[in-house]
């Protein structure tokens, strides 16, 4: 497989890799990386890719992997805490700067979510996969993830009526 | 009419019912200006969705890393080679004397064997006198036991 072939093959889905890292690891900065990253072992690997029915199923499920590997390595290293608490005290000044303040809210409660159904949102309402391909992805059963689906859902429903109500107390 | 559709449709949508199509429909239905009050927030939620969507990396990929390997892989073959090499000129080699030499070193390892029999022989004739020591520290032991 040459440049050419492999670009055509990955490149359509560069962006969505993109934002599930950026998801998972916040800054833009890190996201990069990580795209950056995931997109060399993909390459390194590009005999294989072939062989992959689904190349951008296994391409996400790489994605997963790298971030949920990356916080690992972050809350077990305090140095990279320190840094990561730094970073968020930027994001934090960008926020306040930001006039869609109430899109940031939804932002934030999906962060809050648990990483399985943070994931599912991502890849349902932001990317629009089908349950089969996010069962791929996540190895679940489209029922499990219906189920994780919903609750995350709820709760963001949730959530945010009870912010709204906080302030028109 | 179509109120009641979209209300129906963001029950089974919080339900994790509803297919991408009509999920398309609730997206397409809360991107206009125009949504009644009760249904503020869930435009919010998909206003957040599409600006996630439209979020792009601008960052440029680089896997040109195949001229770099193909490098890596010739150097480290010269160099394995000039280390054989290396270790081929200073291992001294066995195999270039010439005749003569052959000979005269054939010559000398005959004279030292001679020479190490004649001081092995005259080392043996001094252990037999030393025998004798042997005898008279075993009869001592059986004295002063």
Known sequence: ??????TTLVMPFK????????????????????TQDIYLKLWSNKEKLSTYNNVEAFAMTMTKNYCLDVLKLKSSSNLKIVHSNYKDN????????NVN??????????????????????????????????????????????????RARKTIREQLLKRHQYGIN | MELTKIENLLESYFNGNTTIEQEQVLKTYFAQENVPAHLQEYKLMFDYFAQNKAEVSNQPIQVKTKKQTWNLKWLSIAASLVLLFVIYKMVPSTDNF??????EAQRAYVESQKAFKLISNSLNR???????????????NKIFK
């Open chain 1, 1 to 6: 497989m040459n440049q050419k072939e492999f």
């Open chain 1, 15 to 34: 962006d969505k890799v993109f934002r599930l890292a950026k998801r998972f690891l916040v800054s833009k900065d890190s996201a990069e990386d990580a």
């Open chain 1, 90 to 97: 930027n994001q934090n000044l960008d926020k306040q700067t």
């Open chain 1, 101 to 150: 303040d109430s899109v940031n809210i939804i932002h934030e409660l999906i962060n809050n979510l648990p990483k399985k159904q943070k994931l599912i949102i991502q890849l349902r309402d932001v990317e629009q996969y089908s349950f089969e391909e996010i069962g791929k992805i996540l190895e679940l059963k489209p029922t499990a993830i219906r189920v994780s689906l919903s």
């Open chain 2, 98 to 103: 010439t005749s003569a030499e052959r000979a």
């Open chain 2, 126 to 140: 001094g252990n037999k006198t030393l025998a004798f020591a042997h005898d008279y520290e075993a009869t001592k």
